[in-house]
């Protein structure tokens, strides 16, 4: 009879953090792919949003990323300055955890905010 620890590679550890690039501008009127693509891979434990090449984004893009984060572990790599700004100034910084690269964000573990 199987026990918990039969298969170390079974379990949902064994499985890669998948990862979603963004690039370019990012607003209401370019939003559905990557919206898309980041429910897509919601539907597992934790996904890795990286934002290395996003040349701008606004309220809607933060809207995603909320959304996001309500259905799994959103984990947001590699922000430039602009991105970081707008989480920092609507305070979701607190709430999305950032990380510098995609290889820190999906080594993280799951970082729920304490309440």
Same mark, same amino acid.
């Given at each position: 009879?199987?026990? %918990?620890?039969? $298969?170390?590679? /079974? &379990?949902?550890?064994? +499985?890669?953090?998948?990862?979603?690039? =963004? %690039? &370019?501008d990012?607003? #209401?009127?370019?939003?559905? !792919?990557?919206?898309?693509?980041?429910?897509?891979?919601?539907?597992? !434990? *934790?996904?890795?949003?990286?934002a290395s090449?996003?040349?701008? =984004?606004? /309220? /809607?893009?933060? /809207?995603?990323?909320? &959304?996001? +984060?309500?259905?799994?572990?959103?984990?947001?790599?590699?922000?430039?300055?602009?991105?970081? +700004?707008?989480?920092?100034?609507?305070? *979701?910084? +607190? #709430? #999305?955890?950032?990380?510098? $690269?995609?290889?820190? =964000?999906?080594?993280?573990?799951?970082?729920?905010?304490?309440d």
């Amino acid at each position: 009879m199987p026990t %918990h620890g039969d $298969s170390p590679q /079974s &379990g949902p550890a064994a +499985r890669p953090v998948p990862v979603v690039a =963004a %690039h &370019g501008d990012l607003d #209401i009127e370019n939003l559905g !792919p990557l919206r898309q693509a980041l429910e897509t891979a919601a539907e597992g !434990p *934790a996904v890795v949003l990286d934002a290395s090449g996003v040349t701008f =984004a606004d /309220s /809607s893009f933060l /809207s995603v990323l909320l &959304g996001v +984060r309500q259905l799994t572990d959103l984990r947001v790599a590699g922000a430039p300055p602009q991105v970081l +700004r707008l989480l920092e100034i609507t305070g *979701a910084d +607190r #709430i #999305i955890p950032l990380y510098p $690269s995609v290889a820190e =964000a999906e080594k993280a573990g799951r970082t729920d905010p304490v309440d």
